[in-house]
Each structure stands twice: as structure tokens, then as C-alpha cells.
């Protein structure tokens, strides 16, 4: 199976300011019909995740755009353009493109 | 409005069985492949089964073959998930997750229920 390793694993923010996740895939996230299946999850403490980012780049409906995904390949960001209060949770990135998707180990995100 | 409600979870001994349902609306159910993927205690994410649109094809994390059966009933809009053979390992709070495809894409997943905790426990 894929590994995804994300860093760092603890984030402490201050509010207004930028932050940004690292997610790293054990091989290449490219698949043969061209698309990057990678996504970018927030979950919330006692919540179910949600999706922000999907294919590495695109924000899903309602995502703010404070919020932006990047990267190719094997190594993968997303970015926080100004930190705000609801942004605390865990962040996880996804790849899966074939069964079985894998998970990162989550960046806890703290004010 | 999509809406994924879990249920069916519980404390059970070493050993037993449980049968968890995931009650969907806000969306044409038999046209979307669906999943369950689970998050124990203080822990990741971790895929546990996956299943088509149509139900013919159906996928398992190697931790939960054999033990787990998923399955779904499309005129009631409900997902099943069967697991027998519990074990500690498996106590986790178990989402229920909508794939937005008719096929099992694990990176289409869209919409997650709130999720049901199991505790496996003597």
C-alpha cells in the first residue's frame, strides 16, 4: 500500500498569520488516466472529517479560499493564507485512486 | 441535502457480532458506490470496506477480511456493515462515507455521517 507521511504532525498558528502542511506519498499519485487523487481533509474535535481539497488542487463547495492545495507527484501542500479560529482540527491527507485509499497520520492544528 | 446517519453500535464481548446500518438521503443512493471507514480512539483514518454503486463488487481493509461482510439494499437507501469476530483492535468510531462515483474511487469520497462508536471489550 501507498504511504503518505505528513509533517509536521503538531502546528501551532497564530491567528491572521499563514500555515502550511506537508503530505508526502511513498510513490507517485499520478494515475494512467492523468489525474492526481489526492485530498485534503479537515476534522474538527468530536466531528466527522470533511472534505476541503480534492485532486490536489481544487477546493470542494463552501471550502473558503484561504484554503488552496498544491504540488505533483510524490509531494503535496496545503496552505492556510490567514489562520482563523475555526481552523483548528486535524488535517489529513488522502490519497486513492485504487483500493485501498490511505490516509496520513493527521497535523494537529492549534491556536 | 446529503444525509448519512449511522447506527447499530454498541459495546460487544470478544467474539461477537454487529451489525452497523447507515440510513442515506439528500442524494439518488443507488447511483453512488459507498464506504466505511473507521477512527479508533485518539487514532487516524483508516478504510475499512468499500462497495459499488450496483453492490457487485465490494472491497476490505486485511485487517477486517474475513470478519467483515458489507453490503447494501438500494430500495431502502441503507448501507451494512456485518462484522463477527470482533476484536479489541476493532473499537473505533465507524463513519459511514458517500463515494461520488458509481465505481469505488476511495479519493471520490464526498460526504461522511457523525458516526457510530463500537467498543469491543469484556
Known amino acids: 500500500d501507498i504511504v503518505m507521511t505528513q509533517s509536521p504532525l503538531s502546528l501551532p498558528v497564530t491567528l491572521g498569520q499563514p500555515a502550511s502542511i506537508s503530505c508526502r506519498s511513498s510513490?507517485?499519485?499520478?494515475?494512467?488516466?492523468?489525474?492526481?487523487?489526492l485530498n485534503w481533509f479537515h476534522q474538527r474535535p468530536g466531528q466527522s472529517p470533511r472534505r476541503l481539497i480534492y485532486r490536489v488542487s481544487n477546493r470542494d463547495s463552501g471550502v473558503p479560499d484561504r484554503f488552496s492545495g498544491s504540488g505533483s507527484g510524490t509531494d503535496f501542500t496545503l496552505k492556510i493564507s490567514r489562520v482563523e479560529a475555526e481552523d483548528v482540527g486535524v488535517y489529513y491527507c488522502m490519497q486513492g485512486a485504487h483500493w485501498p485509499g490511505t490516509f496520513g497520520q493527521g497535523t494537529k492544528v492549534e491556536i | 441535502e446529503v444525509q448519512l446517519l449511522e447506527s447499530g453500535g454498541g459495546l460487544v464481548q470478544p467474539g461477537g457480532s454487529l451489525r452497523l446500518s447507515c440510513a442515506a438521503s439528500g442524494f439518488t443512493f443507488y447511483n453512488y458506490a459507498m464506504s466505511w471507514v473507521r477512527q479508533a480512539p485518539g487514532k487516524g483514518l483508516e478504510w475499512v470496506s468499500a462497495?459499488?454503486?450496483?453492490?457487485?463488487?465490494?472491497y476490505f481493509a486485511d485487517s477486517v477480511k474475513g470478519r467483515f461482510t458489507i453490503s447494501r439494499d438500494n430500495s431502502k437507501n441503507t448501507l451494512y456493515l456485518q462484522m463477527n469476530s470482533l476484536r479489541a483492535e476493532d473499537t473505533a468510531v465507524y463513519f459511514c462515507?458517500?463515494?461520488?462515483?458509481?465505481?469505488?474511487?476511495?479519493?471520490?469520497?464526498?460526504?461522511w455521517g457523525q458516526g457510530t462508536l463500537v467498543t469491543v471489550s469484556s
Open positions: 510513490q507517485s499519485l499520478v494515475h494512467s488516466d492523468g489525474n492526481t487523487y
Open positions: 462497495i459499488s454503486a450496483s453492490g457487485g463488487n465490494t
Open positions: 462515507a458517500k463515494i461520488g462515483r458509481i465505481v469505488v474511487i476511495p479519493a471520490a469520497v464526498d460526504y
